[in-house]
């Protein structure tokens, strides 16, 4: 089975940047479209961006688009998540998950229940 492990996270200030990064191990994710959630204290998990296993489809949550990117390498079977101008509401645990049951669509992308396999979650905090 795929495992995942998210790592990048840390404590920035408000207009800063950290790049996140999702590691594969097991398995390859190469097939699998790979997908970024985030989850703040006491709030509900929420989608944040999608990548295709071709990488030619990417989508974002409307908070998010036009300041992160999503990215991917198959070749180091790795995701990564590039995130500019941090506001103290991108506070949160952020995850990435893969689909290895290829279930996931135009639908149901944004769902935390197309994808099964999911990592340890990396902090980003951002400060006032």
């Known amino acids: 089975q795929v495992q995942l492990v998210e790592s990048g996270g840390g404590l920035v200030q408000a207009g800063g940047s950290l790049r996140l990064s999702c590691a594969a191990s097991g398995r390859t994710v190469s097939s699998y479209a790979v997908g970024w959630f985030r989850q703040a204290p006491g709030k509900e998990r929420t989608f944040v961006a999608v990548?295709?296993?071709?990488?030619?489809?990417?989508q974002y949550a409307d908070s998010v688009k036009g300041r992160f990117t999503i990215s991917r390498d198959n070749a180091k079977n790795a995701v990564y998540l590039q995130m500019n101008y941090l506001q103290p509401e991108d506070t949160a645990v952020y995850y990435c998950?893969?689909?290895?049951?290829?279930?996931?669509?135009?639908?149901?992308?944004?769902?935390?229940?197309?994808?099964?396999?999911w990592g340890q979650g990396t902090q980003v905090t951002v400060s006032s």
């Open positions: 998950a893969s689909d290895s049951r290829a279930a996931s669509s135009s639908l149901t992308y944004s769902y935390t229940r197309a994808y099964d396999i």
């Open positions: 990548i295709s296993a071709n990488a030619r489809i990417t």
